[in-house]
C-alpha cells in the first residue's frame, strides 16, 4: 500500500482513541514487502491488517510498516521477544500505537 493510501486508513484510525493491537515496526529493510512483512509476523498471532508504508513516487520502502493483529495476545507475544530479524536487517523499532 503506497503512502496515499495509508493516509485515508490511517486519518479513519485518528479517530479512535486507542487501538492496542496496532504496531509501528520500524527499521525494515528496503526490500521488505507487504507479504513477507505479514509472513513473519503472523507467527505471533493473527494479523487483521498489515503495511509497508511507501513513497508515493519512487514506490520505494520508507523503512517502516505498521502491523494490526486481531487480539492484544500477538502483540504481547511480539513485544516479549527482544530481537526481531527480517530480510537480514534486525527490526529496531517495536511498540504499540497509542492514537
Given at each position: 500500500?503506497d503512502?496515499e493510501?495509508?493516509?485515508?486508513?490511517l486519518?479513519s484510525?485518528?479517530?479512535?482513541?486507542?487501538?492496542p493491537?496496532k504496531?509501528?515496526?520500524?527499521?525494515?529493510?528496503?526490500?521488505?514487502?507487504q507479504?513477507?512483512l505479514?509472513?513473519?509476523?503472523?507467527?505471533?498471532?493473527?494479523?487483521?491488517?498489515c503495511?509497508v508504508m511507501?513513497d508515493?513516487?519512487?514506490?520505494?520502502s520508507?523503512?517502516?510498516g505498521?502491523v494490526?493483529?486481531i487480539?492484544?495476545?500477538?502483540v504481547?507475544?511480539v513485544l516479549?521477544?527482544n530481537?526481531?530479524?527480517l530480510d537480514?536487517?534486525?527490526?529496531?523499532?517495536l511498540?504499540?500505537?497509542?492514537l
Open positions: 500500500m503512502t493510501g495509508s493516509q485515508s486508513s486519518s484510525v485518528d479517530n479512535s482513541p486507542h487501538d493491537c504496531m509501528f515496526i520500524g527499521g525494515l529493510s528496503w526490500q521488505t514487502t507479504e513477507g505479514n509472513e513473519y509476523f503472523c507467527k505471533f498471532g493473527e494479523v487483521k491488517e503495511m511507501r508515493p513516487v519512487t514506490k520505494r520508507r523503512g517502516f505498521f494490526t493483529y487480539d492484544q495476545a500477538g504481547d507475544k516479549a521477544q530481537r526481531h530479524e537480514s536487517k534486525t527490526v529496531i523499532a511498540w504499540r500505537l497509542a
